[in-house]
């Protein structure tokens, strides 16, 4: 039983802050991102594939906390809260206040691709299959992403500028 501790523990250590960014990313406050980590955690520890490699398993856990974060959504019919400076606190650190809410402007589907491909650095193809949607859905969701940050920035309507 040690053994199984032991593991369990060295993966929160290698994936718990990735799960958390990418549940804030989702869920835009600390205590649902909390939430989906303990979820997400519990499934690796009691639903989990046998995986091939690291990789695989970092994946199904991106996966599984995409899918946790969108079943939250849908469970409770919430609508997305943001607290900025919860968000940026605990963000990467070239993740700045300004950038945090630049990206939060956006739709959930346009800030998960868009935090995946620039922010974690995965290819659209590997985003793709995190995501379990084609590339050219991945493609789509990037540029309309760029596209409506664009547009918001020139016309000055992320929050509170004019």
Known sequence: MRDVKEDF?????????MIFKIAMTYMGNTADAEDVMQEVFMRLLYKSPKFNDSEHEKRW??????NVC?????????????DIEDVSRYLSVPFEYSNAEILFSLKREYRIVLYLRYYDNYSVEEIADILSISVSAVKMRLKRGRDKLKLDIEK???YGQA
């Open 61 to 66: 856990l991106i996966r599984t906390a995409g």
């Open 70 to 82: 969108k079943d939250i959504l849908k469970r409770f019919d919430r609508r997305f809260s943001l």
């Open 156 to 158: 000055g309507e992320l």
């Open 9 to 17: 523990s060295q993966k929160y250590d290698r994936y718990g802050s």
